[in-house]
């Protein structure tokens, strides 16, 4: 990504959104065949359900997964969030790893998916780097999507050969969400959409992410942000913003993404994205507690 000014903020569209074959092959398997081939499912009604109903079903991506609604357990309402909304979501990571990467790319980094869903970030990781090599923290407090997140992610190496990822789950960042010695690799958060969340506490959230890069090393860190450009969506960003600049992170840049229409992924026309970019050197100290 462009270290461009926050202040002098424009418009970036960005053309290359487009999702590897395997990555279809394996949405196709785990996602979407097993909602097409469920009897309940019928013309325009996904298991059962009015097609116009999902985003109310799935609270437009910040409903409580392990809570069942009607006739529907937390794993299909997990599943119908990923057929709705995951497509979308991996365009918009593609375009800015292939932004923040375009000169060069980490090696066999650490990944931190805060509000990971069905490992969407992961899946948009595993597409970008090349060698595919990394290890990831999938951090949700959904234990159905911890479950559909971690089962797509053991099914990659099946369509993606060379894919190697090791993988942890947890609830919230505060656990043990780490098992290696500390080291100096480099460490990529993602927060993708989870300052919409209403019930989001970011000083608890931003205390158990700066314990967790502890624990991990003291390799240099990055924050990617990404959320809708709408002013209300962004509310909480100064707020985000500067949490991280007490943790020492320092603001890169905050831009505007344009995507192209994707018919596939349930948004036939152009559509906008908000994203930013936080950096942390490598610290001086290693933690070893």
């Known amino acids: 990504m462009s270290d461009t000014p926050v202040e002098s903020r424009r418009p970036l569209v960005t053309a290359d959104t487009s999702l590897p074959l395997w990555l279809d092959d394996l949405r196709r398997a785990e996602v979407l065949d097993p909602i097409e081939n469920d009897s ?3 013309q325009d009604r996904p298991l059962g359900v009015d097609q116009q109903a999902v985003f109310e079903i799935c609270g437009g991506g910040q409903a409580d997964f392990d809570e069942s609604w009607n006739d529907l357990s937390s794993d299909d309402r997990c599943l119908l ?17 292939r932004l923040l990467f375009r000169d060069s790319a980490p090696e066999s980094p650490v990944v931190i998916d805060l509000g990971c869903g069905p490992f969407t970030g992961g899946l948009a990781m595993a597409a970008t780097l090349d060698p595919c090599r990394f290890h990831y923290v999938g951090v949700d407090r959904s234990a159905a ?10 099914t990659v190496r099946t369509y993606h050969p060379d894919a190697v990822i090791s993988h942890r789950w947890v609830a919230d960042a505060t ?9 100096w690799r480099p460490i990529l958060v993602i927060v993708s959409y989870l300052l919409a969340s209403p019930t989001l506490d970011l000083v608890v959230l931003i205390e158990g992410l ?16 990404t959320n809708s450009p709408r002013p209300k969506a962004n509310q909480r960003l100064p707020e985000f913003r500067d949490a991280l600049e007490d943790c020492q992170f320092e603001q890169k840049t905050e831009d505007d993404a344009v995507l192209p229409a994707d018919r596939d992924s349930g948004y036939p026309y ?5 994203y930013a970019l936080f950096y942390r050197s490598e610290l001086t100290t290693l933690s070893l507690d």
């Not at 152009?270 to 908000?274: A, N, S, T």
């Open 40 to 42: 309940r499912t019928g």
């Open 81 to 97: 969030y990923a057929r709705s909304f995951q497509r979308g979501h991996l365009q918009e990571l593609l375009a800015a790893f």
């Open 145 to 154: 999507m911890r479950r559909l997140g971690h089962r797509l992610a053991d």
């Open 175 to 183: 656990e043990d969400a780490w098992d290696l010695a500390p080291s």
């Open 210 to 225: 700066n314990k967790l890069l502890l624990r991990i090393g003291r390799g240099p860190a990055m924050v990617l942000y």
């Open 270 to 274: 152009e559509r906008r994205l908000r």
